[in-house]
T-cell receptor, first 113, second 113 residues
Framework: AQSVTQPDIHITVSEGASLELRCNYS??????LFWYVQSPGQGLQLLLK??????LVQGIKGFEAEFKRSQSSFNLRKPSVHWSDAAEYFCAVGARGANNLFFGTGTRLTVIP | KAGVTQTPRYLIKTRGQQVTLSCSPISGHRSVSWYQQTPGQGLQFLFEYFSETQRNKGNFPGRFSGRQFSNSRSEMNVSTLELGDSALYLCASSGRQGAYEQYFGPGTRLTVT
C-alpha cells in the first residue's frame, strides 16, 4: 500500500537560511512524487513533481527536490528561505493510471526574521 | 487560464442534513478529483471523475457521492451529515487521467453543527 511519511511536524528557520523538508514514501512500483504548499485558508499549490528521468527536479519559488530510490525519499530543499515561504508543505505520491494522491501529514514551516 | 473554482467557499449545516459542493475545473481539464482535509486525518482522497465516469474511489462511506457533467464540472454530495464531516473539501483538476499534476481549488470549508 502507498504511504508517505513526513517526519517533521513543524520546522522553524531564520529568513535567509537553507531549508530541507523530509519525505519518505512507500510504494511498490515507480512512484509519481509531488510537493505541494498550502497557505492558511487556501488550497494546495503544486511546487514540483517527479515522474521519471533526472532525479533532481526544479520547481517554482526556488524550490528543488531530489528523488533517491535507494532511500525511498523525496526531500524538498531551498537554499535561502524568504518570510513568504511560511506555510504548510505536503509531500504526495501517486500511481500511474490513477489520480488518487496519497499525502503525508504535512510539515508546517515558520520563518523568523 | 482561470484556475479551479469551488462554490460555495464556506458552508454551515446541521447534523442530518445533506450538502452539495461544486467544482469547476481548469478549462480543458477532464479529470476532477475530490479530497477531504481534516486536522485529524489529513488529506484523504474521496473520488475521481474522468469524462463523466467515476474512475477511482477512496475509503469513504456511501453517504459521500459525486458526479461529473459533460462540461467537466463536478459536484459532490454528502447525505445525512455527521459532525465528523466538518472539513475542508478540496477539488483538483488534471488535464488527463493518471496521477499527472493536479491543480487544486481553494476548497469549501464545511462546518457541521
Amino acid at each position: 500500500a502507498q504511504s508517505v511519511t513526513q517526519p517533521d511536524i513543524h520546522i522553524t528557520v531564520s529568513e535567509g537560511a537553507s531549508l530541507e523538508l523530509r519525505c519518505n514514501y512507500s510504494y511498490g512500483a515507480t512512484p509519481y512524487l509531488f510537493w505541494y504548499v498550502q497557505s492558511p485558508g487556501q488550497g494546495l499549490q503544486l511546487l514540483l513533481k517527479y515522474f521519471s528521468g533526472d532525479t533532481l527536479v526544479q520547481g517554482i519559488k526556488g524550490f528543488e527536490a531530489e528523488f533517491k530510490r535507494s532511500q525511498s525519499s523525496f526531500n524538498l530543499r531551498k537554499p535561502s528561505v524568504h518570510w513568504s515561504d511560511a506555510a504548510e508543505y505536503f509531500c504526495a505520491v501517486g500511481a500511474r493510471g490513477a489520480n488518487n494522491l496519497f499525502f503525508g501529514t504535512g510539515t508546517r514551516l515558520t520563518v523568523i526574521p | 487560464k482561470a484556475g479551479v473554482t469551488q462554490t460555495p467557499r464556506y458552508l454551515i449545516k446541521t447534523r442530518g442534513q445533506q450538502v452539495t459542493l461544486s467544482c469547476s475545473p481548469i478549462s480543458g481539464h477532464r479529470s476532477v478529483s475530490w479530497y477531504q482535509q481534516t486536522p485529524g486525518q489529513g488529506l484523504q482522497f474521496l473520488f475521481e471523475y474522468f469524462s463523466e465516469t467515476q474512475r477511482n474511489k477512496g475509503n469513504f462511506p456511501g453517504r459521500f457521492s459525486g458526479r461529473q457533467f459533460s462540461n467537466s464540472r463536478s459536484e459532490m454530495n454528502v447525505s445525512t451529515l455527521e459532525l465528523g464531516d466538518s472539513a475542508l473539501y478540496l477539488c483538483a483538476s488534471s488535464g488527463r487521467q493518471g496521477a499527472y499534476e493536479q491543480y487544486f481549488g481553494p476548497g469549501t470549508r464545511l462546518t457541521v453543527t
